[in-house]
């Protein structure tokens, strides 16, 4: 499970002391969010040269963008809305189009495990996945990510990327059988 813990607190003293030209306090929230953008980012470009820099991207855009937070969600979601919209503009820029498999079977919702490291089975496994999110829709690799690699329920999803939450659960549903689609050709 992610370590998700509520730094609300710490988070508003980090963005004030941030807006007064403390560097280390903006360190700090780099150093914070930095293992959820990097999940976020490369759960949808795949571990890439592009994905390092939309990483980096993300938190020179919430520098610049800090005095415009205006505290009405937390900052990590904040944070992950700026990553998957960055990510979601290099997907755009490099002009890739993914394939839209057909879906087969019937409603059952799919999970699949990506395992970091481990048995060599369990790499292999990963490495599959992988390469099928890479050919997914981005509108559904971003949910898959959000939802099942990272743990985000669905409302903290809904949240993140500004969505209702019946288009969610209604793209969750879609993705899990793209997915499975995609991974049974491979």
Not at 110 to 121: L, R, S
Not at 122 to 148: G, H, S
């Amino acid at each position: 499970m992610i370590d998700r813990t509520d730094n609300s607190a710490d988070d508003s003293s980090l963005i004030r002391a941030s807006l007064a030209g403390d560097t280390r306090a903006f360190g700090e929230i780099v150093r914070r969010y930095q293992k959820m953008v990097a999940r976020t980012v490369r759960g949808m470009l795949g571990d890439s040269v592009f994905a390092e820099d939309v990483g980096q991207e993300v938190f020179i855009k919430l520098y610049h963008s800090l005095n415009e937070f205006r505290g009405e969600a937390k900052l990590s979601t904040y944070i992950q809305r700026i990553a998957v919209n960055l990510t979601l503009n290099e997907i755009k820029r490099r002009k890739r189009f993914f394939s839209t498999f057909s879906q087969k079977g019937n409603n059952e919702m799919y999970e699949y495990e990506i395992a970091d490291e481990g048995t060599q089975e369990k790499r292999e496994a990963a490495e599959l996945v992988n390469k099928a999110l890479q050919a997914m829709d981005p509108r559904f690799r971003v949910i898959v990510t959000m939802r099942l690699l990272q743990g985000y329920s669905t409302k903290e999803t809904a949240e993140i990327l500004g969505l209702p939450v019946g288009t969610v659960l209604s793209r969750l549903s879609r993705a899990q059988e793209q997915l499975k689609g995609i991974l049974e050709k491979l």
